[in-house]
């Protein structure tokens, strides 16, 4: 818990504070924001750990909620002094609808602008995604761009377009006056792939891995860099941005800062391989052991599948047209924005963030 020297008398409110970064921005939060009277976390479904947490000096206070909802946001909101708003449907797989991709994400932020307007809440920090840039659907690659990098943002899948367009919302409501006639300020934080404790995606790889014989196959060129952050940095850069967003508004209002920290630049699959290989799994191929156009071909029929079978049952496997085609494009980040606008620095190094991951993933694999 965090040192409580300072007075307690600030509120924090964290929607999807139940999730995979979620939950993390909750654990930094009551570790490192002496100033906590009581935390907020609101969430479509709370998890049980939040149990755990209510025997603390802060008071947290578990709401279940949806973002859709614009009255149960506004109650969730009121007298809220900060507003961390990570809720989102992170769909690549197909599994929603684009309404709903669009419900969630775009009404949803609304919503929460609303809300803090409303109520007078001052201060929100939105969890973008590199999305927001690309890859784009050019294929164009990013190779180790900043936030002032030119670059042709053009998306078709719902989920980029929503967050874009949520972004947008964001940035725009920055400087609007909120109830009691001071100005609200807002930020966007833009997460590269997070990886870490509690991500679903590198457990998948695993237990895939674990039914091939310990094997994964490449199916991506290594030269193919995805950029990747530590969940842990992440949680860390969202802490540090909402105490220094009161400080420094006229320098950080309606800004969006890229995520990052000092994980290696590899492909996907590679940089996956970090904490699979320490788990007894081998990525066989030194290149993509299929031709790119049978890919191309089995994402599709992939996609087919999905469609045809939808009435009877959700197919959503990794491989669909939009992730083949994520994974093929190089998106990597190098930037210092956020050290030179609000002093962060990665709270873990690379060789701590991995440890961590491999250390989880071999529990996961335990409790499969
Ligand atoms: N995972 C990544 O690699 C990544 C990268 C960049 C940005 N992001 C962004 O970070 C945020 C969190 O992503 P995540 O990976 O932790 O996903 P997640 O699915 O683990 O967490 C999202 C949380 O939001 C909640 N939620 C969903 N719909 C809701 C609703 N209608 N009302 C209230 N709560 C709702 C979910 O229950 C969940 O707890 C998202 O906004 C996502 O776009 C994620
Ligand atoms: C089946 C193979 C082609 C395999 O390599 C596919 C990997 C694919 C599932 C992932 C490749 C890139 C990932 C995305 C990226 O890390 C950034 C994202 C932005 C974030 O806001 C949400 C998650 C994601 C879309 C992430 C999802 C998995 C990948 C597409």
Redesign the pocket.
């Given at each position: 818990m965090a040192d409580t020297a300072q007075a307690q008398e600030l509120v924090y409110l964290v929607?999807?504070?139940?999730?995979?970064?979620?939950?993390h921005v909750v654990q930094m939060l009551l570790q490192r924001e002496p100033r906590l009277r009581e935390l907020r976390v609101?969430?479509?479904?709370l998890?049980p750990w939040l149990e755990e947490l209510k025997t603390g000096p802060v008071q947290v206070t578990a709401i279940q909620?949806?973002?859709?909802?614009a009255h149960?946001v506004e109650a969730a909101v009121a007298g809220a002094h900060v507003v961390i708003?990570?809720?989102?449907?992170?769909d690549v797989f197909g599994r929603s609808s684009t309404k709903t991709i669009y419900?969630?994400?775009v009404q949803?932020t609304q919503n929460v602008i609303d809300a803090c307007v409303q109520t007078g809440t001052r201060f929100l920090v939105?969890?973008?995604?590199?999305?927001v840039v690309g890859p784009n659907t050019r294929g164009h690659p990013f190779y180790r761009g900043n936030e002032d990098t030119p670059y042709e943002a053009v998306h078709s899948h719902p989920?980029p377009r929503s967050?874009a367009l949520a972004e947008r919302l964001v940035l725009e409501a920055n400087g609007r006056k909120v109830h009691g006639g001071l100005p609200l300020v807002t930020c966007a934080?833009?997460?590269?792939?997070?990886?870490g404790e509690?991500?679903?995606?590198i457990r998948d790889f695993y237990h895939q891995g674990l039914r091939l014989g310990c094997r994964l196959f490449r199916t991506i060129p290594a030269s193919v860099e995805h950029g990747r952050?530590y969940?842990g940095n992440?949680a860390w850069m969202h802490v540090l941005v909402a105490r220094e967003l009161e400080k420094r508004e006229e320098l950080m209002g309606g800004q969006t800062y890229f995520?990052y920290d000092n994980s290696p630049y590899k492909s996907y699959e590679d940089f996956n391989m970090e904490f699979l290989g320490p788990c007894g799994l081998r990525l066989v191929g030194t290149r993509p052991l299929v031709p790119y156009w049978l890919l191309v071909f089995l994402a599709a029929l992939n996609a087919l599948l999905q469609w045809l079978l939808r009435p009877l049952l959700l197919y959503a496997p990794l491989l669909n047209p939009y992730t083949l085609a994520m994974a093929n494009t190089t998106f990597t980040v190098s930037t210092d924005k956020a050290q030179r606008h609000f002093g962060y620095e990665p709270l873990f190094s690379w060789e701590d963030s991995r440890s961590r991951t491999i250390r989880w993933v071999q529990t996961t694999g335990s409790a499969q």
């Open positions: 929607t999807g504070g139940c999730g995979f970064l979620g939950e609101f969430d479509l479904h998890s909620g949806d973002v859709t909802q149960e708003h990570t809720a989102g449907l992170v419900d969630v994400n949803g939105y969890t973008s995604s590199m999305e989920y967050k934080l833009r997460p590269t792939g997070i990886y509690g991500h679903q995606i952050v969940v992440v995520c």
